[in-house]
């Protein structure tokens, strides 16, 4: 009996890991990042297989991490109030672990803000995290504090000699944002519009089709999405139509260097469509 309570207190410790790791949002945020989901996995398995061994061939050490298992849940509850950290200055918002809210629903911020106000914590998986809700108070934030601010860089940002535009140290960005200003005015997006409109009708049009052969369970838009502002984006910074080989070409290359695809293409491949693409 003492052995299914500790084996209980360990699977509640790691249930809301578990549980966020079964959500399809999140299944489908990790194919982008494969060593995360793979370290995840990894972890999951480990921690499974320790208890497991503890369980068959040492009771003692499985009742000491089932302790402070415990502990470690007592202490996440105490973090979970929306007051905790107050005396510190914290903004008001729990510090639940592994929060599976934020990834099913679309409207979780907008609830949180009307509930404790613009400015409220979270935890984004175990990291504590402060969120600003609307424009005029993030604006703020960034003005007053843009000196200690970074952004953390996604994995494609490696492949980019110099680093995305986003990702850039001070210097380098003032001279490309310059640059990319001066280049997209607002008279060589004027000149797309009109293909811009096309590209879009025809789209939503292929769409509307797709649905009308689905009437009951409908029809997923991402796909029609990506295949409509690629068709934009080509057109706007390379003036490339969709009728040239030239797109064909990109669009069976993009589709190797897409971040999306990480999972699936190796650093090399990725390189080897970079040096085809120039």
Excluded at 66 to 79: G, N, P, S
Excluded at 143 to 168: C, E, H, K, T
Excluded at 198 to 218: D, F, I, K, Y
Excluded at 237 to 245: R, T
Aim: glycine share 4%; with cysteine.
């Amino acid at each position: 009996m003492e052995s299914i309570l500790e084996l209980l207190v360990l699977v509640v410790a790691m249930w809301p890991v578990l549980r966020l790791c079964a959500s399809r949002a999140l299944l489908r945020k990790l194919r982008a990042f494969p060593g995360v989901a793979a370290a995840l996995t990894s972890l999951l398995a480990l921690y499974g297989f320790l208890i497991v061994y503890l369980a068959l061939y040492s009771p003692t050490y499985l009742r000491l991490i089932a302790i402070l298992a415990f502990c470690a849940l007592i202490y996440e509850r105490w973090r979970a109030r929306p007051d905790y950290g107050h005396s510190r200055g914290l903004p008001p918002g729990p510090l639940t672990i592994a929060p599976l809210n934020p990834w099913r629903d679309h409207l979780f911020y907008q609830k949180q803000a009307a509930r404790y106000g613009p400015i409220f914590k979270m935890s984004h998986f175990l990291q504590p995290m402060v969120c600003v809700v609307g424009l005029k108070q993030a604006l703020e934030l960034l003005r007053r504090y843009d000196d200690v601010l970074s952004v953390a860089p996604l994995p494609f940002n490696r492949f980019i000699p110099g680093g995305f535009l986003r990702y850039m140290d001070r210097a380098s960005h003032t001279v490309y944002r310059t640059t990319f200003h001066s280049t997209f005015t607002r008279d060589v997006i004027k000149s797309c519009e009109p293909f811009t409109v096309h590209a879009v009708r025809q789209e939503l049009s292929h769409m509307a089709e797709c649905c009308s052969r689905a009437p009951a369970t409908g029809i997923q838009p991402a796909d029609h999405l990506d295949r409509m502002l690629f068709a934009i984006f080509v057109r706007i910074f390379f003036g490339i139509p969709p009728d040239s080989e030239h797109f064909t070409r990109l669009q069976t290359l993009y589709r190797v260097i897409d971040f999306r695809n990480s999972a699936r293409a190796s650093y090399r491949e990725v390189r080897r469509a970079l040096e085809r693409l120039q």
